[in-house]
């Protein structure tokens, strides 16, 4: 799909759907925009938050999810108080790294599943993903 034909609307779009199990790139997106000369501040802005609001949609999910579930992926009970006990531990700071590919997806469910305090979930996972593409941009601008 050419998202960039769809401007700020295809940025949100698209960064919100990376922020799942979909294998989509936002990063390609931002710097196309911003290469095609789209204001680099909207671009940041609509990136992060629509990232951010895909990694909310992740927690919720977690929230909705029951541990017998995770029995059927033949995940143990122990293995459930292990990782609740880490989660709970530094949750809100494991936010900050839902930006990683892969493991922020995960990230951000166990968050909703272990019940994480949201509001500063929220708060780490949106100041997260906008550092990730701040870093972006900023490095875009440096070897242009």
């Known amino acids: 799909m050419d998202w960039i034909h769809w401007g700020y609307l295809g940025l949100f779009v698209a960064s919100f759907l990376a922020a799942t199990v979909l294998p989509i790139t936002s990063e390609a997106l931002l710097l196309s925009m911003v290469a095609y000369h789209y204001d680099p501040y ?14 909310y949609l992740n927690y ?49 469910v166990a968050l909703g599943f272990f019940r994480v305090n949201w509001k500063a979930s929220f708060l780490y996972i949106f100041i997260g993903k906008f550092v990730r ?9 440096y070897v242009k």
């Open 42 to 55: 909207y671009c940041l802005l609509i990136a992060t938050i629509g990232n951010s609001a895909g990694s």
């Open 60 to 108: 919720f999910i977690g929230m909705a999810g029951k541990p017998e579930w995770l029995s059927k992926i033949r995940v143990k009970p122990h293995q459930i108080l292990k990782w609740e006990g880490r989660v709970k531990k530094h949750g809100v700071y494991l936010a900050f790294f839902a930006w990683l590919p892969f493991i922020g997806d995960v990230l951000s």
């Open 133 to 141: 593409y701040l870093v972006i941009l900023a490095f875009y601008y």
